[in-house]
């Protein structure tokens, strides 16, 4: 146990998804993956009890920690007294609107890691250093043909270049999570291609990837229940170059021209629930084990 936990009385909130890291080699990683300079405003969501804060402080112009949680008040404000440099904001980092920052170091509260990483990405910054459970940082970082390979990755991969750094071992946290976690390093691009609509983006790609092993044809037949012939007749006209590519392939670049011709010809995508989701994701696991 980390001694600010039995100072302050801390208790890990399980619905806040709280586990703190208690290896210090690897808090000095992350400092030292994001190249902290003297200059940088370095943006955390989450600081907790303060052990990733301070070294931050320490290296930064200036450290903006976003917590939502003030059982960590007393820590976080005797930290604040030691380094003026450190500003609190005691906000839902999900609904907050975030001050300028030049680069992001945060242990991310894993219910809430893949909303708070969006949210970032809408923002100007050059470099973040996260840490995700490990199947989360797997689909970040996937490539097109890879097993991880799903929505969430093409989504990242139009925003910014995301890199796997480290496996964190589940022992090295206090309280341990059930899985293991994941360092990534998301560097900032201008977007690879522009968007019709984010919702209507989200809700093709997470229709395409439910016939992830089929090809591009197969799956947008499946779409003529909800639209007419002649719609998606011409809709898949400017798409024959990618008729035969397996959906697990194809490139971020590629799914944005699809997209596109989806949204121009006003084809209706059904929404795919959470229950098909788990459902594709069953059939990919069985199919390879086959």
């Known amino acids: 146990m980390l001694p600010q936990i039995k ?16 290896r210090q080699d690897i808090l ?36 903006i920690a976003i917590e939502k949680d003030t059982q960590f008040k007393n820590c976080l404000g005797d930290l604040q007294r030691q380094y003026k440099n450190l500003e609190i904001f005691w906000q839902d980092a999900v609904l907050f609107s975030y001050p300028f920052f030049s680069k992001v170091v945060a242990n991310l509260p894993f219910k809430v890691s893949l909303p708070i990483t969006f949210k970032i990405l809408e923002r100007p910054f050059s470099k973040a250093i996260l840490l995700y459970q490990k199947t989360m940082a797997e689909r970040i970082c996937a490539l097109p043909g890879e097993e991880k390979y799903s929505r969430v990755s093409v989504q990242m991969h139009r925003l910014c270049q995301p890199r796997f750094l480290q496996i964190i071992k589940k022992s090295d946290f206090y309280p341990p999570p059930e899985v293991d976690c994941a360092l990534i390093e998301l560097n900032k691009i201008d977007p690879l291609f522009s968007i019709p609509d984010n919702s209507f983006f989200k809700n093709a790609l997470d229709y395409l990837f439910f016939y992830r092993e089929s090809t591009l044809k197969e799956a947008c037949a499946t779409l003529g229940k909800k639209n007419s012939p002649s719609s998606l007749d011409s809709c898949l ?9 397996k959906v697990s392939k194809i ?10 011709a989806l949204y121009q010809y006003k084809i209706k995508v059904p929404g795919t629930s959470d229950g098909k989701k788990k459902q594709a994701q069953k059939i990919h ?3 390879k084990k086959k």
């Open 237 to 245: 006209s400017r798409l024959v170059h990618l008729w035969k590519k």
């Open 7 to 22: 100072k302050y009385g801390i208790i890990p909130n399980e619905e806040y998804g709280q586990n703190f890291l208690v």
């Open 251 to 260: 490139t971020p670049v590629e799914f944005g021209v699809i997209t596109e």
């Open 285 to 287: 696991k069985g199919n």
């Open 28 to 63: 000095l990683y992350q400092i030292e993956y994001a190249k902290i300079q003297s200059d940088d405003v370095v943006l955390e969501i989450g600081p907790g009890i303060g052990n990733l804060t301070e070294l931050l402080a320490q290296k930064a112009q200036k450290v």
